[in-house]
Every structure is written in C-alpha cells, then in structure tokens.
C-alpha cells in the first residue's frame, strides 16, 4: 500500500539533485598555452545540461505511418563565470579561431580542434536517510553516478556578454553553443577513472 510518508522516505533517498555535478574538458595532444585553462573552466561551468537526442523520421506513407530515419544528437549549451581578465571568454574565442582561422577564413581539420567532455552527475548522502534505509550507502556524497561522454565536441557559438550599469554586483557570464558526433551515458565503474 503507497501512502504520502513512504514516498517521502523513499523518495528522499533516490531523487537526483539538478546542482551536484561537474564538467570536465579534456584536451586533444600536443594542444597549446590554453591546456592551463581547461580545469579553470571546469570549474566556472555553472550551469549544464546533460545532451538530449532527437530521432528524424519521415513524411508519413500510405499507410499513416512515420518511420524513424536516423539518431539525431541535439547541440550542447554550457554557461560560465567570467574572471576579471576573461580568459574563459578568450578561451572559447582562441578555440573557435583554431576551427576557422580568422586572416584565410579557412576551416581546419576536425581531428585538430575536437575535444571530448564528461559531464559527471554528483551523488549525494544524507545520514538521516541512510539510517531510516539500511540499504543506501551514506559514501556517495561528491561520487560520480551516472556519466554522459560527449565525444568530437567543438563551440559552435559563443554568445555575447551583455554589460550594464544595472547589474552592479552580479557576476558575468556568457554561454557557449556546442556540436558534437555523439555522446553516451556510463553508470558502472565510475570512480575508478
């Protein structure tokens, strides 16, 4: 029989929280000055998402049908916190000038300017609730438990910064459009990377 105070026990104990995660960028080899950066931008990601996917389908037939066509992987939106220097903006901004170089307008290889990132979901504990549910681990608190690979990622867009005298005191940020080839989720296995 379900009533109000064992969903709440339960449900205590298994929600996912959207705050508790990180992003991690990871560098293709032989990269140049801006490697330093990549655990600085890691940190002032404040807002993620975990990637969506779409599947294309076709015009319906004859017989009222659509049929599905093909995997479509929606792009990926990160936001971050700007330092006093904006070298998370120049960052992104270099990155961008390594796919299509500024002076010839041409693009470079994919292989060249591609990185991968792990968006990490974080889990959390709570004593309180591990007690009142023997079989939860109270040590997942900042463990990784479920991960999302995005794999061939590259900044698409990087959205201006809008600047006001009517916003003394927030903290600025910009937000960076991101295409990718794929990405897939792991949930075994996590912390032993």
Request: glycine residues 4%; positive net charge.
């Amino acid at each position: 029989m379900s009533n109000i105070s064992n969903f709440k026990t339960i449900g205590q104990a298994n929600f996912a929280f959207s705050n508790l995660y990180q992003v991690v960028f990871f560098s293709p080899p032989n990269r140049g000055p801006n490697v330093g950066l990549l655990s600085k931008i890691s940190l002032y990601c404040n807002a993620a998402q975990i990637p969506g996917v779409t599947i294309a389908t076709t015009e319906k037939a004859l017989d009222f049908r659509s049929r599905a066509k093909q995997k479509v992987f929606d792009d990926l939106t990160l936001n971050f916190y700007c330092s006093e220097n904006m070298s998370e903006y120049v960052f992104f901004n270099d990155w961008i000038n390594e796919i299509v170089n500024p002076n010839t307008n041409r693009v470079g290889f994919h292989r060249f300017y591609n990185r991968t990132i792990h968006i990490n979901k974080l889990g959390r504990s709570d004593d309180n609730i591990s007690r009142r549910l023997p079989n939860q681990s109270s040590n997942r608190k900042n463990e990784i438990v479920f991960q999302t690979i995005v794999e061939e990622v590259y900044p698409k867009r990087v959205d201006p910064i809008a600047l006001s005298y009517g916003t003394s005191g927030n903290i600025t940020t910009f937000s960076v459009n991101f295409a990718y080839t794929r990405h897939y989720h792991k949930t075994e296995n996590l912390n032993e990377q």
